[in-house]
């Protein structure tokens, strides 16, 4: 059997019969809906069937789907053209339940309402209710599944179901807003003739607002009496189900296991930099403002800035003494980027990204923002007691971490008496490349508790991540930070719903 030259042979046919959905079809003159008599000339490519009917008909059927582009035969021309509903004096009555009329309506701001949906840019008549217990305008839009573009006087909105679909479109394709629109603005006209208005600037607020919105939602913050603003820190980003995590996934007792079964309970982390996620010089922190401050995968920005400028100057970082590591004796800051990269601490035996796991990196791989990274994942909640950390020069960073740590804010120490058992290895990969003694000590399959873990697993997420650095390098750093969060919580989910597989 082969499906593709079968249909070779009935070829001809299809192009027929799409043809044929190019005219009339044979259907009749009048309206078999109603039976009216009235002339049909209407009928919609976005419902089921392409069956002719009348105006009134049209409209009928259209009460609940205004938003669909019928097409009306002209007789003259023998063709058809595309219409609006509005033309035909649809309306859309916010406000109210379907059916129940308004004692008080009122116009859209302006008159022309602009609506972003699937099929394209709409412009629809929406009338809003201006009853005694009216509803503000833009709730009376979130409750009939239209986004507003603004809160006050809103005369753009975009429909909950184009929001979605973009942002699981982008989340598998990578596919930027810009491309969204220009999509959209083909599908409400591909000739170039009539070109819809343009909603490039209000999508990409819009797409950006919904993103946060999904992700306080899927937090729990709309059941928390202190709403968004009580947001704790990484509390938004999805946690590895497989590690161990205190207090929600380890069995009672779990304290008090031999130091010879620990390793039965230890976290694997891994750290690494890609150079791939760097930004341009483009807007400012002022002008373009994170959404999400330090809430779910990115470090807080505020204070990780505090911190570099406070000890910068501090920390001097050593030649290697290992094999000439470019990620410690070169500092490779870019001409014109504001970010060379982005540092990351990740479980590395599932491959998700930690909360406050990532955050900038300003001159190559430098100690003082990777021991940032690092200590911010790992206060978050409490630890079990033992940690096997996995870096490609874990050989050099750990040489002083603990000593640059005492110099660090009390926020990033670990108190002494409860700080877990750290050890500290070469990812497989990675380790050929140290001198022979580094290949002994730091290697996974010489250190007891490791299983065939290889510590890779930084790197095989970089693969997901990479294709958006092309756009996000363009952005501002607040959008920058809370599209790459989208994308780090989207990564996490996947990882968490094949586990069970």
């Known amino acids: 059997e082969h499906p593709l030259l079968d249909w070779v042979q009935d070829r001809e046919q299809f192009i027929s019969e799409v043809l044929r959905l190019e005219g009339r079809g044979g259907f009749s003159s009048a309206c078999l809906r109603c039976r009216s008599g009235a002339v049909a000339e209407y009928r919609c490519p976005d419902c089921d069937g392409m069956d002719l009917v009348c105006q009134e008909c049209i409209l009928s059927l259209h009460e609940r789907c205004g938003l669909h582009r019928p097409e009306k035969w002209f007789h003259s021309e023998g063709y058809f053209k595309r219409i609006d509903l509005m033309s035909l004096g649809h309306r859309f009555q916010l406000g109210h339940a379907f059916g129940e009329p308004c004692p008080s309506p009122v116009s859209a701001f302006g008159g022309a309402f602009t609506l972003l949906d699937l099929n394209g840019i709409h412009t629809v008549n929406v009338l809003f209710c201006d009853c005694e217990k009216a509803l503000p305008t833009f709730i009376q839009l979130l409750r009939f599944g239209w986004f507003p573009a603004t809160v006050g006087f809103p005369r753009t909105a975009v429909t909950f179901r184009l929001l979605r679909f973009f942002q699981l479109l982008s989340f598998e394709s990578k ?52 709403g968004a603003a009580g947001t704790r820190h990484g509390e938004l980003a999805l ?24 390793f039965l309970y230890g976290l694997f982390i891994g750290l690494d930099a890609n150079f791939r996620l760097k930004r341009k010089i483009v807007s400012s922190h002022l002008a373009d403002p994170g959404l999400s401050q330090g809430w779910a995968y ?48 990740d479980c590395t035996r599932h491959d998700m990204k930690r909360p406050n796991g990532v955050g900038d990196l300003q001159k190559g791989e430098r100690y003082i923002n990777m021991d940032y990274i690092f200590f911010n994942s790992l206060k978050l909640r409490p630890n079990v007691p033992f940690i096997t950390v996995s ?30 058992v ?25 250190n007891k508790g490791c299983a065939r873990t290889d510590g890779e697993g930084v790197e095989r997420g970089w693969d997901h991540i990479n294709p958006v650095a092309t756009s996000t390098r363009e952005m501002g750093p607040g959008n920058r930070r809370d599209t790459v969060d989208g994308h780090f919580g989207d990564f996490n989910w996947r990882k968490t719903s094949s586990m069970g597989k």
């Open 298 to 345: 990115f470090v807080e920005e505020d204070g990780f800035k505090s911190y570099l400028q406070t000890f910068g100057t501090l920390i001097l970082q050593e030649p290697s003494t290992c094999s000439n590591h470019n990620a410690v004796n070169k500092e490779r800051a870019m001409e014109g980027y504001a970010a060379s990269g982005a540092g990351t601490c």
């Open 422 to 446: 750290f050890r500290f290895l070469i990812p497989k990969f990675h380790l050929r490349a140290h001198i022979m003694a580094c290949q002994t000590i730091y290697s996974l399959n010489y």
């Open 239 to 262: 946690l590895c189900p497989a590690c161990p995590q205190v207090g929600i996934n380890l069995p009672d007792g779990w304290e008090n296991t031999p130091k010879s079964k620990q």
């Open 391 to 420: 870096y490609d020069i874990a050989c050099q960073w750990s040489i002083h971490l603990w000593d640059r740590m005492k110099i660090y804010p009390t926020s990033l120490q670990f108190d002494p008496e409860t700080m877990p």
């Open 175 to 226: 596919s930027t807003v810009f491309e969204f629109h220009k999509t959209l603005s083909r599908l409400t006209d591909n000739t170039g003739t009539k070109r819809p208005k343009n909603r490039y600037a209000t999508l990409l607020r819009v797409v950006r607002e919904y993103g946060h919105m999904s992700m306080l939602k899927r937090g729990g913050r709309g059941h928390d009496r202190t």
